[in-house]
């Protein structure tokens, strides 16, 4: 069970749309996988969320934003980490200096 929410329901309710022709659009025979996967009960398939994506015009990361943030904090922690670790090495070398330089304009990136 998924414990972070998704934004699927959000979305599909800002249209006149309901679960029952979400499901005929994804040739679902009824609607209680929708219905879980709006509720955060099931994680989204690829396919929902493309379906998603397609039909409501909107990026597949808005729908799973709070998961988003999550990830990219995580991910900025090990950035900093394996920068730390480079920087580290008794040889500073032009493949560790490029390295670091990707990975700083990573952070600046996820942090704008």
Same mark, same amino acid.
């Given at each position: ?30 609607? &209680?996988?929708? &219905? ?12 929902? %969320? ?17 998961? &988003? ?6 991910? %900025? ?16 070398? %032009?493949?560790?200096? &490029? ?10 990136? %996820?942090?704008?």
């Amino acid at each position: 069970m998924s414990i972070i929410p998704n934004y699927t329901r959000v979305y599909r309710k800002r249209t006149p749309l309901q679960q029952e022709e979400v499901a005929f659009l994804l040739n679902k025979p009824d609607t &209680s996988n929708i &219905s879980r996967y709006e509720k955060g009960q099931r994680e989204p398939t690829n396919e929902i %969320l493309l379906v998603y994506h397609h039909l409501f015009d909107t990026p597949i990361e808005s729908f799973l934003e709070p998961e &988003s943030w999550i990830v990219k904090e995580r991910l %900025l922690h090990r950035i900093k980490e394996l920068i730390n670790a480079l920087n580290k090495e008794e040889q500073i070398t %032009l493949k560790n200096t &490029s390295k670091i330089k990707f990975l700083e304009k990573v952070i600046i990136r %996820l942090t704008n």
